[in-house]
C-alpha cells in the first residue's frame, strides 16, 4: 500500500516538466529536503540495480535489501491486522455491554425474556438469540413462556462438553430446530454459553445464531462468557422473586 509520503513525493516528480529534470535538479532538491530520505516509505521504495549481471554471481547487497523490503511490507501488515482487529474488539465489546444494560433493565421476567429475544440480536448484530433450559421436574410456572426452548436432560453437557462452559462454531447444524426453533436453517455458525442452575432454574444454554460465519473456534469466549453470566443472574433473579 502506497503511503501518503510516497504520493507526495510522487506528485513532486510528476508535476515538473517532463524531459528537465537532471541529475543535479535531484541533488538540489535532497539538498533543499535533507530530511527526504528519512520519511516513512520512502527509503524502502527506492532499489538500486544489482552492481553484478553475471550469471552464478550473487548480489548480497541486492539480496538483502530485497530482504529488508519484505520484512518492513510484513510489519506494516501486521500492524494493520493489530489494528483491524482493536477496532473490532471494540465494537464488539460496546455492543455487549449495550446488551447487558437492556438486560438489567428489564422489569419482570417476561420483559427479560423479550429484550433477550428481540433486543440483544440486535444489539449484538447477529441474527438470533435465545434462551434454552432443560427440563425440571417442577419447573416454575414462569418457565413455561413459549420465548424459552425446551431441551431434554443431559442436552448442555451433549451440546457443549461437560468440561465447556462455551462452545464457538464456525458450522453450526441445527437439523432439529432443537436450539433455534424455526430460525435453525437461518443459522451458519452460533456461540454457545452455559446458564447455571439456580434454585429455581435448571440448566441451560445462551445460544446466538448468525447467517454469516461471525463466529469460529478461534475467537476469544471472554464476552460471551460474560453476557451468559449476566443472562443467568437476571433469571434467577426474577424467577426467584417470582417464587
Keep these: 500500500m502506497t503511503t501518503s509520503n510516497e504520493k507526495a513525493a510522487a506528485e513532486e516528480i ?3 516538466p517532463q524531459g528537465q529534470i537532471s541529475s543535479a535538479d535531484i541533488v538540489d532538491y535532497l539538498r533543499s529536503n535533507p530530511d527526504f530520505l ?3 516509505g520512502v527509503f524502502e521504495a527506492i532499489l538500486p540495480q544489482g552492481r553484478w549481471n553475471e550469471e552464478g554471481v550473487v548480489d548480497m547487497q541486492q539480496f538483502m535489501l530485497e530482504r ?5 511490507e510484513n510489519l506494516r501488515n501486521c500492524a494493520r491486522e493489530v489494528i483491524d482487529t482493536s477496532r473490532s474488539n471494540m465494537s464488539t465489546q460496546t455492543r455487549t455491554h ?6 438489567l433493565s428489564a422489569g419482570d421476567f417476561e420483559h427479560l425474556l423479550r429484550i433477550i429475544t428481540d433486543d440483544v440480536s440486535l444489539l449484538l448484530d447477529v441474527d438470533v438469540a435465545v434462551v434454552c433450559l432443560e427440563a425440571a421436574r417442577n419447573p416454575a410456572p414462569q418457565l413455561a413462556s413459549p420465548l424459552i426452548k425446551r431441551l431434554e436432560p443431559g ?6 462438553g461437560a468440561e465447556n462452559d ?3 462454531a464456525n458450522t453450526f447444524i441445527d437439523e432439529g430446530g432443537d436450539i433455534f426453533g424455526e430460525a435453525a436453517g437461518l443459522v451458519r455458525s452460533a456461540a454457545l454459553a452455559r446458564i447455571r442452575p439456580g434454585l429455581t432454574t435448571p440448566g441451560g444454554i445462551m445460544a446466538l445464531g448468525s447467517r454469516s460465519h ?3 473456534p478461534n475467537q476469544g469466549s471472554e464476552l460471551v462468557s460474560f453476557l451468559a453470566r449476566v443472562m ?3 433469571l434467577h433473579r426474577w424467577l426467584e422473586k417470582a417464587g
Design 68 to 72: 529488508l523490503r519484505e520484512e518492513i
Design 38 to 40: 528519512t520519511r516513512p
Design 166 to 168: 462455551t462452545v464457538l
Design 232 to 234: 443467568e443472574r437476571c
Design 155 to 160: 442436552s448442555v453437557d451433549r451440546l457443549l
Design 214 to 216: 461471525a463466529f469460529h
Design 98 to 103: 449495550a446488551a447487558v444494560l437492556a438486560m
Design 14 to 16: 510528476q508535476s515538473a
